[in-house]
T-cell receptor, first 114, second 116 residues
Framework: EPEVTQTPSHQVTQMGQEVILRCVPI?????FYWYRQILGQKVEFLVSFYNNEISEKSEIFDDQFSVERPDGSNFTLKIRSTKLEDSAMYFC????????????FGSGTQLSVL | KNQVEQSPQSLIILEGKNCTLQ??????????LRWYKQDTGRGPVSLTI?????NTKSNGRYTATLDADTKQSSLHITASQLSDSASYIC???????????????FGKGTHLIIQP
């Protein structure tokens, strides 16, 4: 089955530093998403992306966050100045643009902000 | 406010036994209900997707049921195996397409442990 791949699997950074999380969605998918999951809590939506622009974002996705699709395959999440509370597992997901579309998640990047 | 509640929070059963996980939701307008399996440190993997008109769907040893009138769903696992140890997440989708904030409402999951 096709996979969404994420790199790195673990990222440790100092508070205030910038991080870029990378994702390669499934090649024929057109919708892309970032979610996060703080340890022991439920998955939370961050942002959705379609046709090279943000289609929706949550209140978590403030000015410190940005997304980009720099080429035809990669989809990145940048956190400009990390905070301790940004520590979480970040999941990328992609889907086809159809009703009842199946969301495919990557394995996640565990971000630890020290 | 859209909500998905799952029970139990955690469950321990012996290998080979059956179990049933519950999901209650208050999501409107309803589009579909999904069950995901999430292994520790991994992303969620889709098990089943059910629309309003479907009341049962199977995927191997996993059988999901949906009662759209009472807004309840269950996931039944038959003849459990050690590899079934994971979190099982119920996700309810509204009529909005995509995975956005208004489109998907996630439950907290049931943490299932299968003991040999």
């Amino acid at each position: 089955e096709p996979e969404v791949t994420q790199t790195p699997s673990h990222q440790v950074t100092q508070m205030g530093q910038e991080v870029i999380l990378r994702c390669v969605p499934i090649s024929n998918h057109l919708y892309f998403y970032w979610y996060r999951q703080i340890l022991g809590q439920k998955v939370e939506f961050l942002v959705s992306f379609y046709n090279n622009e943000i289609s929706e974002k949550s209140e978590i996705f403030d000015d410190q966050f940005s997304v980009e699709r720099p080429d035809g395959s990669n989809f990145t999440l940048k956190i400009r100045s990390t905070k301790l509370e940004d520590s979480a597992m970040y999941f990328c997901a992609s889907s086809e643009p159809a009703t009842n579309e199946k969301l495919f998640f990557g394995s996640g990047t565990q971000l630890s902000v020290l | 406010k859209n909500q998905v509640e799952q029970s139990p929070q955690s469950l321990i059963i012996l290998e080979g036994k059956n179990c049933t996980l519950q999901c209650n939701y208050t999501v409107s307008p309803f589009s579909n209900l999904r069950w995901y399996k999430q292994d520790t440190g991994r992303g969620p993997v889709s098990l089943t997707i059910m629309t309003f008109s479907e009341n049962t769907k199977s995927n191997g040893r996993y059988t999901a049921t949906l009662d759209a009138d009472t807004k309840q769903s269950s996931l039944h696992i038959t003849a459990s195996q050690l590899s079934d140890s994971a979190s099982y997440i119920c996700v309810v989708t509204t009529m909005y397409s995509g995975g956005g904030a208004d489109g998907l409402t996630f439950g907290k999951g049931t943490h299932l442990i299968i003991q040999p």
